[in-house]
């Protein structure tokens, strides 16, 4: 799978413009999951296809949200989309084959999001990038990551073991940030693996449970910053007394 078709590499770290970004690649992330699909797909005219795929993804994970992936039948889908039963299955063929679809939208997209670039030199900005990509793409594609966390239980084995994958794979590249931030002496962390695994839960906790943030008044980009003073205080090997953190000291200097 070609995780860098098509898209540009983020350049910011300010949400709106990230938004953008994301809205651009959106349909060469459609293209990308369709080329991998295509032995699944009848219809083989691509821009035909994917201006539907995008409909079908985004309609399945509307009605999923609101009564389960399990109970969402073709008809659900063809009432919601406006494309007759008999035209759904040329793009797919199976519930199972449009799970693996739209488990690969945004799977992908992930990884295309978080990927750092070449000017982030230390592990303590790349830890940044990564858990802010990360918070700002589960704000843009909110219903993706709801579904992968809420429906899970319902999923072919299959799926699921995407869906744990995909899991495991932001951990082990939030612990690989935090033990190149263990080697060249920014972070003292003892357990990498661990703590990776505790950062992603609190990642996880922004698309699940934002209700909570919002009667804090907090938005994403707050989120973020606090996220982050959070774990630089925990991660960070030496800070002197009194010392403000990069996100608390660039937000006092605006």
């Known amino acids: 799978m070609d995780t860098n078709a098509g898209q540009g590499m983020m350049t910011t770290p300010d949400y709106q413009r990230f938004r953008r970004q994301v809205d651009q690649w959106q349909p060469e992330l459609v293209r990308e999951v369709f080329r991998q699909h295509q032995h699944l797909i009848r219809v083989k005219k691509e821009e035909v296809a994917l201006e539907r795929l995008a409909m079908i993804f985004r309609s399945a994970l509307d009605i999923s949200n609101r009564k389960g992936f399990k109970s969402m039948s073709v008809r659900d889908l063809s009432d919601t989309t406006g494309i007759s039963m008999g035209a759904l299955y040329g793009y797919i063929d199976s519930k199972d084959g449009l799970l693996d679809m739209i488990m690969a939208y945004g799977s992908t997209a992930a990884r295309w999001a978080v990927r750092v670039p070449e000017d982030v030199a230390t592990a ?17 594609m909110l219903p993706w990551f709801f579904f992968a966390f809420m429906e899970a239980r319902h999923f072919s084995q299959r799926a699921r073991e995407q869906a744990m994958d995909s899991e495991l794979w932001m951990e082990q590249l939030i612990s690989e940030c935090l033990a190149a931030g263990n080697a060249s002496g920014e972070f003292r962390v003892q357990q990498p693996e661990l703590a990776g695994a505790l950062i992603k839960s609190l990642l996880q906790d922004w698309y699940l449970k934002r209700w909570k943030y919002r009667r804090r008044g907090l938005d994403v980009e707050a989120y973020a910053r606090t996220v982050m003073e959070f774990i630089e205080a925990w991660v960070l090997a030496q800070r002197a007394p009194g010392q403000k953190t990069s996100e608390r000291q660039s937000a006092e200097e605006t």
């Open 124 to 140: 303590r900005e790349r830890l940044d990038w990564v858990l802010r990509a990360h918070l700002y793409l589960s704000e843009v």
